[in-house]
């Protein structure tokens, strides 16, 4: 293992290995809800040429910067 580099550990629930990916994940759908809440009640999901593909993207960017920063 290199200096100053952290292997990324799984948690342990009930007994069973979880992903880190799997917190991440969570952790971003905690975010995503108000994000997608605003774009509903702002009405700019209706400029968006495809809004589940907008969202899905919008998502995936908030595991991506979870991922990095954590």
Request: with cysteine; net charge positive; proline share 4%.
């Amino acid at each position: 293992m290199r200096k100053g580099f952290e292997a990324v550990k799984e948690f342990v629930v009930a007994g069973l290995l979880i992903s880190p990916l799997v917190k991440y994940a969570l952790l971003a759908a905690l975010i995503f809800i108000p994000i997608r809440f605003v774009l509903v009640v702002s009405r700019l999901q209706k400029w968006l040429w495809h809004p589940l593909l907008a969202e899905a993207a919008i998502y995936i960017c908030v595991v991506a910067t979870l991922n990095i920063l954590l």
